[in-house]
């Protein structure tokens, strides 16, 4: 059995810049994937501000309910409300989602982060899936990688298949390592050479703690850092990529990842 998995932070549906809506376009390009299950980041439940400036009555729905139509199913944890509306992570999924629970990790009071667990059936196994944004102060990054380690441990059976996605924000890549020891996952770039000049040519400098580093992703116009991961257990990665070019940059700062997985 084999998934297409993207991750994506979709910046809550418009451009990084100009704030303009692209939530239209933006499921025409989430549909192209044809992925299986995509994880989903910064996306807004509830949006009055949006809703009003382009008088429409479709997307008075949350983003999440309108993204998935009527292809995937769909689950959503809010993170952070606010007066006009509210937004967090979400979960898309060809496969039924039979569970789904978001979980506040929040640090401090001017963050809000969540995770969100969903428990997908496929190919009558189920797969834990963590759908994750992370802080931007390395303390608090720490504590939530604790924390995401004790859900998945409460959460998922040791020898469930599980995929956790999403914004880490480790720009400098300290969690790696340590979600290696304590959930025995792989990143799934581990072992694909960096693209570009430098990956080709000097691989030695594109490698940490005899682990490939994970893929830039950010900004989405000319990625250098590297804030998006994809950790899997009980999987064979084939293949894995971050999408460049202008489509992409348009939708988001962030560019999207995806990964072909087999089940073991």
Known sequence: MRLRVATYNIHKGVTALTQRPRIHTLKRA????????????????????????????????????????????????????????????????????LHAENQDVSDHAFESRGILHCVLRVDQVNVHCYVVHLGLFAGSRRRQAEALVEIVRTTAPSQSPIIVAGDFNDWA????????????????????????????????????GG?????????????FLRLDRMYVRGFDVESAEVLHGRRWSRLSDHAPIMATLKLL
């Open 30 to 97: 989430l549909r192209s994937l044809s992925a299986d299950v995509i994880f989903l980041q910064e996306v807004q439940g509830r949006h009055d501000f949006l809703a009003l400036r382009l008088d429409s009555n479709l997307l008075n729905r949350a983003q999440h309910e309108f993204l998935a139509g009527r292809h995937y199913r769909s689950a959503y944890g809010m993170n952070s409300q606010y007066d006009h509306g509210h937004h967090g992570n979400a979960l898309l999924s060809y496969f039924p989602i």
């Open 211 to 223: 682990q490939t580093l994970p893929a830039r992703t950010f900004p989405s116009s000319q990625p």
């Open 173 to 208: 890549n300290r969690l790696s390592d340590y979600l290696y020891e304590k959930l025995g996952v792989q990143e799934v770039f581990d072992g694909i050479p960096e693209e570009g000049m430098l990956g080709r040519y000097l691989p030695r400098l594109n490698r940490q």
